[in-house]
């Protein structure tokens, strides 16, 4: 089969290889950059993973750099993993802004170790640039020994930010008892740090926290973060590794002294099938933009069918903002609506043929329950009480175009909009205004896309997307 059309053409993807988390994402120099978790070699075994590189000057066309930060150094050895950028302003030589990235060596040494507690070193590490594009030296500037006592090897994924005081990281970990926690770290200068203390929540909440954010919506701050351990729990879907927030109490800080994680306000990202490890940055117009990975770490479903030579994509830049009940609400970057291209009728009920496999549904004004059917096999549904996000039929088998996939659902009390972007192999559903968001990849086979609509709403529209990723090699 002709496998080309499960490429994306506006949801990042590395030509060919492995892509996990976002990383390093900021905006520099008027250049949006978009890191990513690379192994350019797999599906060759144990392919460590470095930093793959995009480029774009509007969130609409894209261009891939490759793999730009290798793990060629005795501190990173099987692995450079998931780091943050922090924008200096008018910190470069010719009084631009620069750019400093920072993220995790991962190194397991070769022996008979439990890579727990024992045989892994988690170093952190700086490089500075002056444009984003050529990268400095390597330092390390963190090693096991500077963590506190009472954690184990596990500790990644920085997160850096500046205030009056100076500079903050906060890094993901796991304690001697299987908890999961946060280090916070200060430094005066970005350079040499010292450890702050620990956020912790009260009750246990997973064995270890990966990639932790701190995101500022109107003042108030939240902490995003990935619990490992989650299988046990009712919303779960027996899915080990969950992502989501907390927001801080009014007025407080995670560098406030004694600040705690009340997990019971915690509050999944998406609650679709294949999103984690998000990463949030503000841009220069001051937007607070989020992107994950549209994956999930050892999942019980396919990402790679029929022996795709890629796997894996991004998620759209989503704009978050936050909303009077504490939820922050997502949605497609704007830029993206200008890859649309003609706009096709859609029929309310009914179903309509769209030509090719990338489209942007948005339909307003609904009323009552409503049923999006794509390709008679994905079944995106509110019931009054509840989103759902159902493969139907011989969709939902190990050989359909869910891969394994089957249902996913959310509470939802209203919905009177839905927005679901469709591109090649990866489909993201935004409801009520970004209230309630649900990703999931898919592998369809027809050679264009069927809408079917059951409802009632005002308004139905659709449009066939362009490509933000053209390959060199076509254009
Ligand atoms: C999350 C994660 C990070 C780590 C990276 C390695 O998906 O496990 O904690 O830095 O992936 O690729």
Redesign the pocket.
Known sequence: MDCSRWKMGFHLMPPTGWL??PNGLCQLRGTYHVFH?YSPAWPAPDAP?GWGHFTSRDLVTWEHHGMVVQPDTADEAS?S???CAVVMPGAAADGGDALRLY??G?VKEPGDFDYIRTGRRAAQILIESDDGMALGPKRVILRNADYPADCTCHV??PKVWRDGDGWWMIL?ARDVEDRGLILLMRSKDGVLWTSAGEVRSPEPFGYMW??PDRIVLDGRVHLSF?PQGMEGLPWSNGMR?QSGYVPMPDGTDLSVPGASVDVRAFRRWDAGFDF??PQSFTDETGRTLLIG?MGV?EPPFDSAPCGLTWCHCLTVPRVLTRLADGTIAQLPAPELERLREAEEPLAVPGTMVLPGRRADIELAGIEGPLRLTLDGGLQIAFDGRELSCTFIGDACRPDGIGAGRTRRLVPLESLSSLRVLVDGSAVEVFAEGGRAVMSTRWFPVADALSVSLDGCCASARAWSMGDGMPDPAEA
């Open positions: 996990n988390d978790q993973r692995g993993y998931s780091g993220y995790t991962n990644r994924d993901g990966e990639c990935c590794d984690y490890a990975w770490p």
